[in-house]
């Protein structure tokens, strides 16, 4: 493992982190998109089906357990939580999340590395990811006004990703024979959209003032 599969790994757990703080300690979601919550635990049920069958290390398997487990308790906490659900804003969140799942499974049919029920089930995951934050981008967009913890969940979300691509590039340059073109088209797409999201995350920052993102 390099430095930048580490610190991406780092900083996508840290994103999870804020998220639960936010949850847990102002018991809020406000800001938060129950849709983009509920597609990450799709993301990740089917990327990591092998979790129990496939002993990689202990690091892989403690990453993939507290990824699953944290994504669907964070789904329960909105869904379910007598006071955290409260703050849920559902009439601002409504982008027909399910609509992507669709064609991302399609894909994944089509274009895959290997044609086996756990292939295609990480390569439709990998789809999903990239495309997972829209809910999330959206709702920012119609609330304007974020608060810091949203901020920062949302920034670490794409840093995460963004680190993976410099940990790709790198492996690329030191691995013989290394090309996966699934994971890395998948991933600059997702960058990608968070692209305006960071634009307006530095200037705030520079500026030393409120995120918001136009409408």
């Known amino acids: ?14 994103s999870v982190l804020v998220l639960l703080l936010k949850i847990h300690t102002i018991k809020s979601c406000a800001g938060i998109s129950l849709k983009t919550q509920e597609l990450y635990a799709i993301v990740f049920a ?6 129990f069958t496939d002993f990689i290390s202990l690091y892989n398997t403690l990453m993939k357990l ?9 789904v329960w906490y909105m869904r379910s939580h007598n006071v955290v659900r409260r703050s849920y804003d559902k009439a601002q ?14 894909l994944a049919l089509f274009i895959h590395e290997k044609f086996t029920f756990k292939e295609v089930m990480w390569t439709f995951s990998l789809y999903l990811e990239a495309v997972a934050i829209l ?3 959206v709702l920012l967009q119609r609330t304007r006004n974020i608060d810091n913890l949203t901020g920062q969940y949302v920034f670490l979300l794409g840093a ?26 998948s991933g600059i797409v997702q ?25």
């Open 1 to 14: 493992m390099n430095i930048f599969r580490l610190a991406g790994d780092m900083t996508h757990l840290a």
């Open 46 to 51: 089917s990327r990591y089906l092998d979790i």
């Open 66 to 74: 507290i990824f699953l487990g944290s994504s669907f308790s964070i």
């Open 93 to 106: 969140d409504t982008f027909r999340h399910y609509f992507i799942l669709l064609p991302c499974l399609l």
């Open 135 to 137: 809910p999330q981008l």
């Open 160 to 185: 995460y990703r963004g680190l993976y691509i410099l940990n790709w590039v790198y492996r690329y340059l030191t691995e013989p024979h290394y090309v996966h073109w699934i994971p890395w088209i």
């Open 191 to 215: 960058t990608l959209l968070y692209a305006d999201f960071f634009y307006y995350y530095f200037d705030s920052w520079k500026n030393n003032k409120k995120l918001e993102l136009p409408a």
